[in-house]
């Protein structure tokens, strides 16, 4: 029903134009790396769905001379950014509005997510296996992952080290556990507290700007592109000079 669409679209928007936008800026491994499938995979993830909302919200009408009978975009100017109450309410609340649809549809994802990585998603990338013997005692067994997460793609490039301080973790012992990517449980948990923060921060900042005015919601993209370059600039040209060079090198001069 037209009602169904437009409050999939409400929550849609502020998924696509708060936290993945957010995201795109700040997730290290997602960069125009056009040979990288995975880096390009994360590319699209993230980075196309607030272009794709940007034609919606502020092209509805060419949108819907082009495609008629696809898109029903008439409840364009009807929508509220926040329920009737203002921009603070409690969780699960304030239905009806793109604020109140996005922290639904990121409860929805995000009970379940944590619980999975709990149970399951934090063993699979570890290089250990854990095994109880019959003494009691934990043996770690050398194993190849098969999969990863962005959990692990992120706190293993040195966050592991940077936030056990905050418990004072010894570095040695952050150091160990990002080569093996085997993490402690809070480490998880201080992962996904930092996440909701940031989705918490970006529905009224980065959402409500997408969603309000269209030159911020430009400034934004064109930002979050020049980031995406930049990023893949940087990689192309390691590629290029750093790591070739020293392929080069250990080929034809025999160095280490």
Known sequence: SDTTRKEIFMGAFGIACGPLLGATALLPFVAFIFHDINTMTNVIIHALP??????????PEELQQAWPNMFHLDYIQDLSYYPPGGMFFSPGTGLGSIAGNTVFIYLCWFIPYTSWMLLIGMDLPSKVRKSMQQDGKVE?????????????????????????????????????????????????????????????????????????????????????????????????????TSMYGKMMRREFLGDP
């Open 50 to 59: 607030p272009m794709l909302f940007y034609t919606l919200r502020w092209y």
């Open 140 to 240: 770690f067994v050398p194993k190849t992952p098969k999969y990863d997460t962005v959990f692990h793609s992120f706190w293993r490039t040195g966050s592991c080290a940077t936030f056990g301080s905050l418990w004072n973790r010894p570095k040695e012992v952050s150091q160990a556990a990002m080569a093996a990517d085997d993490y402690e449980v809070r480490d998880f948990l201080l992962y996904m507290t930092l996440h909701m923060g940031a989705v918490v921060i970006s529905i009224p900042t980065l959402g409500y700007g997408c969603f309000v005015n269209q030159y911020v919601h430009t400034a934004l993209l064109v930002g979050v592109l020049w980031i995406l370059v930049n990023r893949g600039a940087k990689r192309y040209t390691y590629y290029t």
